[in-house]
């Protein structure tokens, strides 16, 4: 199967003189392929090479000099990606996903949504070798250091093993683009003592705590954290299933912007409080700064043979040129890889399919 | 089963002619059993009236007056309430549901925590008759008209059917305790349509919306809603399983003070921003009021043969008078009783249980 290629020869394209070069999907943004391309050029003069795939003429007019390939069909919208992805090979984000796949590029941004990069990722980059499934993590904008939420919606579903791996893959995002050399990983529940939660929850914890006893582990387990302990700072990554992480990330979104929004209409409600809120804006920008979505640059998708980034389609070319630069570092740090070997230390990677456990079965009888 | 007494012999206690008493267990409150107390009086003069159980010294001198029953032994911070309940049957809490269960209150509230308010709930008051498992719903403190999410934690996992009756117990609350005539209930998911969300969001979804097409229908089921839509106010009742629900409310709570403290800390950032924050002030005060959670008294304990009532610890008298008000008007509207029919109307009571469907079915024979 043209998916279960080994690691080996994908690597390779790395060592080429060029500098890593990012895939990105430009159509799907809420302020059109030219913003996306826009933010391009941004990350281009911080040294991150993109290629672009979009309606060429849009592209070319918002970044002269960027390399693009003329892709203007988009399946953002549609309500099934995993078909659209089958139907359409011309699509932009199939042909994004297959430059990633055929070593032209080492990661992918994705401007339109994650169901097709997700589809496109699975079909052409597929999952690495030993992984059951993708997870999207979504660093939320916490004042301080980024606190890595996964799965935030690639999965509704998750199993022990899918948790346990969303610990590791979380962790390798944590080191390797953001920088934090022991990563504090939490699992998200209801309660924080160990028997706290889901029967699900509790075989996690359980199989977590076992997994990173060695002080040699990939990062460190700090066990269950509340709903509240997501904005707490205490820890680097929480793992959870999909469902529950995107309620999770979606409330949060929704809870800041309606206290942000009481307060600017608080601010307009009289001639006293317009002056007082005109008084405090500055102040107030710093914060709005560093809970600002664009930067972080969006979703990290995870689990795949190459990086992949997610920004929000509302984004502007600030964030689109984060998704950029970040997925670019992600590729040059290797994440993909520094998974694996974490995985593999643990012993916490799928074993071989059934066919390849009969063969060697065979071949010992 | 002393349990299973059907409801008509404890609904004659509302009857009398003295108001219908809440029973209040005083202890586990932050501020100590006299806040609760005081709590009490403020809501005696409003009209109701409570029977209060903690230590009587302390409690006559915050509210002399009152009935009370001298009960000091606390099992508020045990870590097995289940265990303590049975073991101490001299509790406050153990006594206060009792004087629930014997009709000598017809609600009950507990300032000591779910767990034991769940616990002394079951063993004592028992679950109404055809209820599968009592639920905890709290009215979410949202500007306007609040939005009950439940299970915030009763159950850390959820069947179908048990989904089912929460959004039935959740309509009744809107409409017994806060006056809704149609309430609107949502199913919490990570997308909106129909075919989103876990297999079990899924199912219920597909029965709710079979069950309430009729338009004499107890409530309208407007279908799934994603995180954000818990502060949009499209839904009076949002329906999930107790650990999405635990979590949901935890991060609110955080979310919402992370901003409330940045904007304090910003106003006290520079001598320009601290005179911006002082004009700010008042204008800010109704907002800061409208998602005071002490305005709604705290979690409700629904699909018990009484209702309970589940005010924070942290809160001050103000929020414990708002539980003992919410509990008497549960009590007076007769929730159970509504929650009751409107489950029977729909056909989505437990059935007998199984000695009952033998002898049934011996009969016929």
Redesign the interface.
């Known amino acids: 199967m043209p998916g279960e290629r080994r690691a080996g020869p994908l690597r390779s394209a790395q060592d080429e003189a060029a500098p890593a070069a990012v895939a990105v999907d430009c159509n799907g943004a809420d302020l059109g392929p030219a913003e996306v391309a826009a933010g391009a050029l941004i990350a281009a003069r911080q040294g991150a090479r993109a290629i672009l795939f979009g309606p060429a003429r849009e592209l070319r007019a918002a970044a002269e000099g960027c390399e693009l390939v003329d892709a203007p069909l988009s399946i953002a919208k549609s309500s099934d990606p995993a078909r659209a992805v089958r139907a359409s090979p011309e699509a932009s984000i199939v042909q994004a996903a297959r430059a990633v796949a055929e070593g032209r590029a080492q990661s992918l941004v994705c401007a339109g949504g994650t169901g097709a990069a997700l589809a496109a990722g699975l079909f052409n980059i597929k999952r690495t070798r030993g992984i059951y499934r993708p997870a999207l993590a979504l660093p939320l904008p916490v004042?301080g250091r980024p606190v890595t939420l996964l799965d935030v919606?690639a999965n509704?579903?998750a199993r022990r093993e899918h948790l346990v791996q969303f610990a590791f893959m979380g962790a390798a995002l944590a080191r390797t683009v953001f920088g934090v050399d022991r990563p504090r990983v939490a699992l998200?529940?209801?309660?924080e003592e160990a028997a706290r939660?889901?029967?699900l929850?509790v075989e996690v914890h359980a199989e977590l705590a076992q997994r990173t006893r060695t002080p040699l582990a990939a990062f460190e387990f700090i066990g269950n954290l509340?709903?509240?302990?997501?904005?707490?700072g205490v820890a680097d990554v929480v793992v959870?299933d999909?469902?529950?992480g995107?309620?999770?990330?979606?409330?949060?979104?929704?809870?800041?912007?309606?206290?942000?929004s009481?307060?600017r209409?608080?601010?307009m409600?009289?001639p006293?409080?317009r002056?007082?809120?005109?008084?405090?804006?500055?102040?107030?920008r710093?914060?709005r700064d560093e809970v600002d979505p664009e930067r972080q640059g969006g979703a990290y998708l995870l689990g795949l043979r190459r990086l992949g980034v997610v920004p929000h389609g509302r984004f502007t070319r600030a964030g689109f040129a984060q998704a950029i630069l970040r997925a670019a570092r992600g590729a040059r740090e290797d994440i993909v890889g520094q998974t694996q070997q974490a995985l593999q230390g643990a012993g916490a990677l799928r074993e071989a399919p059934m066919s390849v456990q009969v063969a060697s079965l065979r071949h010992r009888r």
Not at 188 to 191: F, R
Not at 226 to 232: S, T, Y
Not at 252 to 258: A, I, L, P, W, Y
């Open positions: 004042p919606g509704v579903e998200l529940s209801n309660g939660g889901s029967p929850v509340e709903g509240d302990g997501l904005v707490g959870t999909g469902f529950t995107n309620v999770a990330l979606k409330l949060m979104e929704g809870v800041s912007q309606r206290t942000l009481a307060v209409d608080a601010a409600s009289s006293r409080a002056l007082g809120g005109a008084l405090l804006r500055g102040a107030l710093a914060f």
